[in-house]
């Protein structure tokens, strides 16, 4: 279908395909680019802690899926706040740490932070008797003593 505008000239052209997927969503088929999947699942740190590995175009809204919320700045990706808290151009192996998560740069590409490795914090119940506040109970009801 042609879609005219308020003045009678030509605006665009609607395809089925296109009302489809305004009634029910996305739909994929063989026109459509294969995408990468953007967070994936690597193996946990020595400590258990939970990782994925990204890549620096994440959306930081992707990252809340894993609990991770980004503070606001003025950057849309993970790429983006990494460079934003290292303020500097980022290179491979630089660490950047957020209450309590680890983002690892693996690897750059053109002065942007390609690869990256987001880790969890240690979970709450994992902590030691150091790095839990005296008299909170840990996750077994034991109660740590003021130090």
């Known amino acids: 279908a042609v879609?005219?505008?308020e003045y009678g000239g030509t605006a665009g052209v609607a395809t089925v395909e296109d009302i489809v997927e305004?009634?029910?969503?996305e739909v994929r088929?063989?026109?459509d680019p294969v995408e990468i999947p953007d967070l994936l699942p690597a193996p946990a740190d020595p400590d258990g802690r939970a990782a994925w590995e990204a890549d620096g175009s994440l959306?930081?809204?992707?990252l809340e899926r894993i609990g991770l919320t980004a503070p606001e700045g003025p950057y849309e990706t993970l790429a983006g706040l990494v460079a934003?808290?290292?303020?500097?151009i980022p290179a491979k192996g630089d660490v950047v740490a957020l209450d309590g998560w680890r983002i690892d740069v693996l690897d750059v590409d053109h002065h942007r932070a390609d690869r990256l490795r987001?880790?969890?914090?240690?979970?709450?119940?994992a902590?030691?008797?150091y790095e839990r506040?005296?008299?909170?109970?840990?996750a077994h009801g034991e109660r740590e003593l003021a130090r």
Not at 22 to 25: I, M, R, S
Not at 59 to 62: I, V
Not at 118 to 124: C, F, I, N, R, S
Request: charged share 35%; net charge negative.
């Open 127 to 129: 902590r030691s008797a």
């Open 59 to 62: 959306r930081l809204d992707h």
């Open 118 to 125: 987001v880790t969890a914090p240690v979970p709450d119940d």
């Open 133 to 138: 506040p005296a008299g909170e109970r840990s």
């Open 84 to 88: 934003t808290h290292l303020a500097r």
């Open 22 to 25: 305004e009634v029910v969503g």
């Open 29 to 31: 088929d063989e026109h």
């Open 3 to 5: 879609v005219i505008d």
